[in-house]
């Protein structure tokens, strides 16, 4: 799936949300508003955390060296604008790898304090924790798109900011493909695909077989990922007694231990649109 990011920023449960942009090659310094006691921070821990060759911050010097107030100042400010470039290369990465969907990605809403918005919140409370969540409600109530701007959010977190996004039904598919004597991965390679990413968001859950060997891949890698600290995002048009029927009791009770089961409980935003 592409995953073209749009090119402004959003406003999600009072947060703002930029969309992970590709590093520009252009460097603005900003240094007039730089204190000399947050270079001297910026300075102990941009190297630490941004993973850039030493030879790019080097490039990035002659840019600013003849400034009058001195090499450590530059070297200071060309420092945090390689962490500010490596964090920004790191988010949108991480966003173009995802796999959501081109039209949630293109969404934009407004700043709106409905109920939508506060389940967006309760949930972004939680990236982090290694929640199982259960998202539950009819079609069309946002699910999907609040999903995706849970992904926004965690591109942007400092560390582990691997998301993945798929439809239930993709995980079987790929884990069938592994049997193939064609097969281009192995079937605990592909699992690993899936139990890897931070945030995993599984789609259209309810479109399963419920066949036994199903329900063993599915706890298999929810265990593994509950086991891991993992977040995990179940998105299911069923009602709460019929899921927890069909995802189990094992995976249910990690499920109540960790998150929950949080519900959409208004009209669907296509009827709203008409559509
Ligand atoms: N919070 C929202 N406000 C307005 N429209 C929304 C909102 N969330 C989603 N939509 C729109 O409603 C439609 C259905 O959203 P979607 O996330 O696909 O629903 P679901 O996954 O629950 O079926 C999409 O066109 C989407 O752009
Ligand atoms: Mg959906």
Same mark, same amino acid.
């Given at each position: 799936?592409?995953?073209?990011?749009?090119?402004?920023?959003?406003?999600?449960?009072?947060?703002?949300q930029?969309?992970? #942009?590709?590093?520009?090659?252009?460097?603005?310094?900003?240094s007039?508003?730089?204190?000399d006691?947050?270079?001297?921070? /910026?300075?102990?821990?941009?190297?630490?955390h941004?993973?850039?060759?030493?030879?790019a %911050?080097?490039?990035?010097?002659?840019q /600013?060296q003849?400034?009058?107030?001195?090499?450590?100042?530059? !070297?200071?400010?060309?420092?945090?604008?390689?962490?500010?470039r490596?964090? $920004?290369?790191?988010?949108?990465?991480?966003?173009?790898?995802?796999?959501?969907?081109?039209?949630?990605?293109?969404?934009?809403r407004?700043?709106?304090?409905?109920?939508?918005? #506060?389940?967006?919140?309760?949930?972004?409370?939680?990236?982090?924790?290694?929640?199982?969540?259960?998202?539950?409600?009819?079609?069309?109530?946002?699910?999907?798109?609040?999903?995706c701007?849970?992904?926004?959010?965690?591109v942007?977190?400092?560390?582990?900011?691997?998301?993945?996004?798929?439809?239930?039904?993709? /995980?079987?598919?790929? %884990?069938?493909?592994?049997?193939?004597? #064609?097969?281009?991965?192995?079937?605990?390679?592909?699992? $690993?695909?899936?139990?890897?990413?931070?945030?995993?968001i599984?789609?259209?859950?309810?479109? !399963?077989?419920?066949t036994a060997?199903?329900?063993?891949?599915?706890?298999?890698?929810?265990?593994?990922?509950?086991?891991?600290?993992?977040?995990?995002?179940?998105?299911?048009?069923?009602k709460?007694?019929?899921?927890?029927?069909?995802?189990?009791?094992? %995976?249910?009770?990690?499920?109540?231990?960790?998150?929950? %089961?949080?519900?959409?409980?208004?009209?669907?935003?296509? #009827?709203?649109?008409?559509?």
């Amino acid at each position: 799936m592409s995953s073209e990011p749009a090119s402004t920023d959003t406003v999600q449960g009072g947060r703002v949300q930029p969309t992970p #942009q590709k590093p520009s090659a252009s460097t603005g310094t900003g240094s007039g508003k730089i204190t000399d006691q947050q270079l001297r921070h /910026i300075q102990k821990n941009a190297l630490k955390h941004s993973g850039a060759e030493p030879s790019a %911050i080097k490039d990035s010097l002659p840019q /600013i060296q003849g400034r009058p107030d001195g090499s450590d100042r530059a !070297r200071l400010v060309a420092n945090a604008e390689c962490e500010k470039r490596a964090r $920004q290369s790191r988010a949108a990465d991480a966003w173009h790898l995802s796999g959501l969907p081109t039209r949630h990605i293109r969404f934009r809403r407004g700043q709106v304090d409905d109920a939508w918005s #506060q389940k967006l919140t309760s949930l972004h409370k939680l990236l982090g924790s290694g929640f199982l969540v259960a998202l539950l409600g009819d079609r069309g109530t946002g699910k999907t798109q609040m999903a995706c701007e849970l992904v926004r959010s965690q591109v942007w977190r400092e560390e582990q900011n691997s998301c993945r996004y798929v439809w239930m039904i993709e /995980i079987f598919m790929a %884990i069938k493909a592994t049997f193939s004597k #064609q097969a281009v991965r192995a079937e605990t390679e592909e699992l $690993q695909r899936f139990i890897s990413p931070q945030l995993l968001i599984i789609d259209e859950a309810h479109d !399963r077989g419920d066949t036994a060997w199903e329900d063993r891949v599915l706890s298999y890698l929810i265990d593994k990922r509950y086991g891991d600290l993992r977040d995990t995002l179940i998105v299911s048009n069923q009602k709460p007694d019929e899921f927890k029927k069909s995802i189990g009791p094992s %995976i249910y009770s990690r499920l109540i231990e960790t998150g929950g %089961i949080i519900e959409c409980i208004w009209p669907s935003f296509r #009827q709203a649109e008409g559509g």
